[in-house]
Nanobody
Framework: VQLQASGGGLVQAGGSLRLSCAASGLTFSSCSMGWFRQAPGEERLFVAGINWNGRTYYADSVKGRFTISRDNAKSTVYLQMNSLKPEDTDVYYC????????????????WGQGTQVTVSS
């Protein structure tokens, strides 16, 4: 199984980024997918998730600004990040798990390598 995350970068506050996570080696349409963030020395925190059936979930801090979506034909999950704030700066990770969605990082079976998001003020 491989999850390849991309799309991070440096953006000014108020700007947008779109993260992508391409999956291979698993039955993507049966998996729930999540995006997490992590600062150095800190625990990995839930950002957004999408169930295998398309239902979406968001951390309160990103509701109304971030949108998670999936394309099963491309085995890819996306995170559209709008109205970015300096406090959104972190390394972002995508993750996959079988069946139902979870907000807990420990519930995921597979992880991507992380992509850095930096928002300047």
């Amino acid at each position: 199984v491989q999850l390849q995350a991309s799309g991070g970068g440096l953006v000014q506050a108020g700007g947008s980024l779109r993260l992508s996570c391409a999956a291979s080696g698993l039955t993507f349409s049966s998996c729930s997918m999540g995006w997490f963030r992590q600062a150095p020395g800190e625990e990995r925190l839930f950002v957004a998730g999408i169930n295998w059936n398309g239902r979406t979930y968001y951390a309160d801090s990103v509701k109304g600004r971030f949108t998670i979506s999936r394309d099963n034909a491309k085995s890819t999950v996306y995170l559209q990040m709008n109205s970015l704030k300096p406090e959104d700066t972190d390394v972002y990770y995508c993750a996959a798990k079988a069946s139902w969605f979870s907000t807990q990082a420990g519930g995921y079976d597979f992880w991507g390598q992380g992509t850095q998001v930096t928002v300047s003020s």
